[in-house]
């Protein structure tokens, strides 16, 4: 499954992760940085992480689920593991009920999200951390 276009799915305090490397900046986002690497095709013991958009907070999330209630699937943004495998970290997912935001990082910390009133909500899959044959950089984007 191929990502769609996601310029029409923007809103203010969003984080957004895509293997796409447009610019943002147009529609108000700021680059963030590299949060991991995925594989670019499914792989032996791989699963996809699925973008998806709700349909009322516009909050972008990711899993590894094919559907989730009140959101639309965008697509597939790359391929992951499941469980822990030799030089992978864990995609760590975070939630702001306040602002309808996920945030997603491989910090076991969380980098500021504790500091900033997101809650831990688990592990999303494993990546890697470092580029390896056949991955692509997942660059993360904020809009404020």
């Known amino acids: 499954m191929q990502q769609k276009d996601h310029t029409q799915m923007y809103s203010t305090s969003d984080h957004f992760y895509t293997t796409e490397m447009k610019d943002f900046k147009s529609v108000g ?5 590299i949060t991991g690497y995925l594989y670019s ?29 009140g959101y ?20 760590l997912r975070w939630w702001h009920p306040d602002v309808s935001n996920h945030f997603y ?6 980098e500021l999200a504790p500091a900033l009133g997101y809650t831990f909500e ?17 660059f ?4 404020p």
Not at 122 to 138: A, D, E, M, Q, S
């Open 29 to 33: 986002y700021k680059f963030e940085g």
């Open 41 to 69: 095709y499914q792989s032996v013991n791989t699963i996809g992480l699925h973008h998806f958009v709700s349909h009322v907070t516009h909050d972008n999330f990711y899993t590894h689920q094919t559907e989730i209630n």
């Open 72 to 91: 639309l699937n965008v697509g597939v943004v790359g391929y992951m593991y499941p469980e822990a495998v030799d030089g992978t970290v864990p995609l």
């Open 105 to 110: 990082c491989t910090d076991p910390k969380g």
């Open 122 to 138: 688990g592990i999303t899959g494993y990546i890697h951390p470092n580029p390896v044959r056949g991955t692509k950089p997942l």
């Open 140 to 143: 993360r984007w904020y809009h």
